[in-house]
């Protein structure tokens, strides 16, 4: 009676258990069939898919995916199919991510499933049998006892012989994505076993290579298979290795070579072709090889010219060829195969010639290789072989700056371009530029100008016939040649034609973007005026016009700036000085944008610092009157707070220009001790700053721009700024008691970076810390607002570890700098593992910048700078506290923070095993246990990996171990 009891008692578990299955596969279906109804609403398809993804990471999804695996495939049925592809992505990624939920005695049985589910769809469709190919990859990658991974398909999948054709899709898929998988990294295996799994693979090439050309053989005429084929043989090329000698040997290449003339095969054979010469970039090694190759690739021109103007995807495809070949050869080609590296030069050059900017974008690199090869770092070339590849492949560069000329031109219709489109071809302008500097390299600036201006030149006829019509190509001319600025040839500052040029520029009619690139190459040839100085007033003249003019403003403002900068010695003479600043006062009224003004004043700052020094002050405020009066009139008629900040940010940029020259003395010696001048104006200004804060405290953006007139005056004047930090740091702490804007917090850091080694500062320093970091606390309540201010946040961590870093014993020993304040270091370290989970990203990086830096004093080559009070502090809040840290840190890689942010915690926890391992092992552990029990099996593998002797040794495989966790929590979604 009992054993029937038990019997039926089982019968019924075993019952339920199916009924919950098929429960569960009914569910799943039902949410394909919500997914897939025109009528389901958003909140219906959001609950679907959410209850589809959380589905995926529960155990009992393994034998649901199974199971709908199983069901055979109905073509009607779009639900069923949508509901098989969900199986079978749900297969590849529990085993991916949760390996450790199986048992090892079901390993074997999972596989011989998984395979026989690859049989049953190795007809398609498509998505499930790669999604379930790449499942069995990942399952070989994790299986340690499977290392005969590509004989034992080979052979499971062409016996018997009568079956074998109607598997080889299957066997196909799965040799294709094997070598892939090998490089996964989101597959938490140790390194050795991957490496072992790699030796497994490369092993069996020569017998892949066998099959393959076998297949070739038998079934060259069937398309679909052959396109399996050489996406196989692209994929080990890719991630693995084939024997050479085969290669060299196998119809196969010559097939693929034939395949470039197929439509169907084109796509797959470019591939292979590409991944081929990637893959033989070693002359040494695959020399047989390279010599079928580069004769063949080079014959494909013909093809490129047909397909030129009809079919840019091949187009696209032949470019990159031509241009991996000559990137991977260059060095053999130049040194072995002189006429061979020509005739790749030159169909790289079609390339470049393009017209669609993308397909000619491809080639840009290896014109930088090339030049440099011939004319800048490289090493392949002697001096001799450089002269003669200088000559061989000046005509080849010169037919480039033709190409890159016309890319250059703007098209007929871009002043109909929305800003993202500006953008894009700005960018792309840019990188053309960059070209055009590897070709100065090899043919000289002054030739590479020569071309340019005789371009320019034969383009003036018709452009003065309708200059609206024709600016374009002229524009082009002059965009080319603002690239060709040399600073080290001795020819180009004397040059005949870069004369002609600037004295051509400033008479251009003003179309289009003409001006404004005229403009600015003048700027850039700010160099070559300050060697020609006799041109140089007609060249201000120009560009400051320009200012006068909305389109042209932006331009003309840094174009002055880089003149005066290079040629602020030519421009310190009174006369000269009084031009300017006649020019600067009638820029008062004009309608500028602030960053143009900015510019403008940046420019002036580089002549006054080139002034006798008892002058220096004068011209400073002459700059800075009509912005002293603009902002007073502002602060009294309580003016809107953005022309405040544009004044500020004025001034600060005059502060921060100014610096005289060290000898500017020598000749006053009544002057050798005087104030810096900007810390003498501001001085002047302190009362004025003061009024800012009285009237604006609370407009983050005009705080913002007052510490940068303080911060950046600072960093210009050096060690003379000393003297004002008594004033300013109590000053900035009250305003921050004020008003608690993240801008004082830098004022302090600032500071503390220049002059925290001053002794007679530490008790100013002490202080200010105090009260900063009080006012802090009781603005982020250690929990309750600490998202809601990041600015604060990533600030005031800021500044911690920079005391960290300066003088530490002002946050382990605050209570030597302030009576009144409680010791800071706890609070300190409670708010920063409450504020590692701030998705902000500056500040969640400044928090663990602060623990790095805490935790590191640990070690003994940092311990030794603190006092024995400082050290037992440390030591007390990490023995008490530190099982906190490590929970916020192993939550925040579970999914409580991005988890791009991860690489930045993991030096932390590493720092930690290396205080004490066994501790932080038990911290680890306790961890764990906080988060959800869906993740213990993962916490458990974490733990495992994590404190193993390879991780331990290893930073990178300490990494891994974490980010496996990661990806495992993240897809549970159990934070």
Known sequence: GKSRLTNAVSQAVVAAELA??????????????????????????????????????????????????????????????????????????????????????????????????????GQGPGPVLTQLCLAVATLALHMQAWRTVVPDLIHALTTPPAEAAAKLPCLLELLTVMPEEAENYKVGVLPKQREEFRNGLRSSGPQVMQLLTQIHG??????????????????????????????????????TFAAMKNSQLF?????????????????????????????????????????????????????????????????????????????????ILRGAGHPDAEIAEITFNFWYVLSEEIAGGGRALNQDQRNECRGRFSEIFLRLLDALRSLAELPGDSHEWPADQKDDFKRFRYAVGDVISDACKVLSSKRCLESAFEALNQRLPIFATSPADHWRGVEACVFCMRQMISSNEPSFFNADVVSNMMRLLPTLPPVGELTTTSIRTVGT??????????????????????????????????????????CAEHLAEDATMGQLLQMYRGTIE??????????????????????????????????????????????????????VANSLEQLCALLRGVSPSQTAATDNPEMQDALHPCIQMLTQL????????????????????????????????????????????????GWFETQPHSCFLYVCNVCLSSYGDAPELLSVFGEGFCRLSVATFQLLSVTSTIPDNPDV????????????RRQPSLLLESSLYSSSAPPLLLTVFQCGCAGLHIHHREAGR???????????????????????????????VLSDHGGHLVKAIIHSIAGAVPQARIRFLVPVLRTLTGVNVSTCRAWVGTAIQTLPPEVHIDGATLLSALFSDEALADEKIFHQAIEAFSCACRRKRVL
């Open 267 to 347: 796509d797959a054979a470019a591939d292979m072709l590409v991944e081929l010469v990637h893959f033989t970039h070693d002359y040494g090694e695959h020399g047989a090889l390279i010599v079928i190759i580069v004769p063949q690739v080079l014959q494909l021109q013909s093809q490129y010219e047909e397909a030129r103007s009809e079919d840019e995807d091949v187009a696209r495809a032949l470019c990159r060829l031509f241009t991996e070949m000559g990137e991977q050869y260059l060095q053999l080609l130049l040194t072995q195969m002189p006429d061979w590296a020509m005739n790749t030069a030159g169909a």
């Open 793 to 804: 946040v990533d600030d005031y961590f800021e500044l911690c570890s920079k005391v960290l």
């Open 686 to 733: 302190w009362q004025l700053l003061e009024t800012v804060f009285a009237r604006h405290g609370t407009d983050s953006r005009v705080m913002e721009k007052l510490c940068r007139c303080y911060k950046h005056t600072a960093r210009n004047t050096g060690a003379a700024f000393k003297a004002l930090v008594p004033r300013l740091l109590p000053q900035v702490s």
């Open 846 to 876: 400044a928090v663990v910048n602060f623990f790095d830096c805490l935790v590191g004093l640990c070690q003994n080559s940092h311990s030794a700078s603190l006092s024995p009070a400082g050290l037992a502090a440390l030591h007390g």
């Open 525 to 566: 040839y700010a160099n070559w005026l300050n060697k020609n100085p006799e041109m140089l007033p007609q060249q201000l003249s120009f560009v400051s016009q320009g200012l006068a003019q909305d389109s042209t403003a932006a331009a003309a403002s840094q174009s002055m700036k880089h003149l005066c900068d290079a």
């Open 590 to 643: 004009l309608p500028l944008h602030c960053a143009d003004r900015v510019d403008l004043i940046a420019a002036l700052s580089f002549v006054v610092s080139q002034m006798p020094l008892p002058r220096v002050l004068p011209a400073m405020t002459a700059i800075a009157e009509p912005l002293i009066i603009k902002m007073q009139a502002a602060l009294e008629n309580g003016a809107n707070a953005t022309e």
């Open 20 to 121: 919950a299955l098929c429960d569960k596969m009914e569910r799943v279906k039902q949410a394909f069939l919500v997914q897939q109804n025109p009528q389901s609403s958003p909140a219906q398809l959001k609950d679907a898919n959410n209850w589809l993804e959380h589905f995926q990471s529960t155990q009992e999804a393994w034998q649901v995916a199974d199971q709908l695996l199983s069901i055979p495939t109905q073509a009607s049925d779009g639900a069923l199919a949508a509901t098989h592809v969900f199986a079978a992505q749900t297969m590849r990624t529990k085993i991916q991510y949760d390996w450790a939920e199986l048992p090892e005695q079901s390993h074997e049985s999972l596989r011989s499933s998984l395979l026989a589910h690859v049989l049953r769809f």
């Open 218 to 255: 038998q079934f060259s005429s069937e398309l679909g298979l052959m396109v399996r084929v050489l996406r196989c043989v692209s994929s080990w090329l890719r991630s693995c290795s084939l024997p050479t000698d085969q290669l060299a040997s196998s119809p196969l290449l010559g097939f």
